[in-house]
């Protein structure tokens, strides 16, 4: 059914880029909003980032707001996170989600390099 396929975590330097993609199949991806959360080790799942599906605007916590971009791809099924100018404490696995479904992707792992 509903699938969601994180891909393009990996090490990163602090202050460097990286770009991740959530593929999505098995549901009307158009009609969903999606969003980007992160887990690090010993802390809470957190927000990351939010687009709507009737008028694209965002949201992004203080933590990582004009460093964080989502955006979407609605014929291509994608949503992507832009992570620019990583820290340290970006460093968590990353999950794509649907929360009017409650479903999860399996993660992908972001790691800053100290």
């Known amino acids: 059914q509903a699938q969601l396929v994180e891909s393009g975590g990996g090490l990163v330097q602090p202050g460097g880029s990286l770009r991740l993609t959530c593929a999505a199949s098995?549901?009307?991806?158009?009609?969903?909003?999606m969003s980007w959360h992160r887990q690090a080790p010993g802390k809470e799942r957190e927000l990351v980032a939010t687009?709507?599906?009737?008028?694209?605007?965002?949201y992004y916590p203080d933590s990582v707001k004009g460093r964080f971009t989502i955006s979407r791809d609605n014929e291509k099924k994608m949503v992507y996170l832009q992570m620019n100018r990583v820290k340290p404490e970006d460093t968590a696995v990353y999950y794509c989600?649907?929360?009017?479904?409650?479903?999860w992707g399996q993660g992908t792992q972001v790691t800053v390099l100290s």
């Open positions: 989600y649907v929360p009017y479904l409650d479903h």
């Open positions: 098995g549901f009307t991806f158009g009609s969903y909003g």
């Open positions: 687009t709507n599906s009737f008028d694209n605007s965002t």
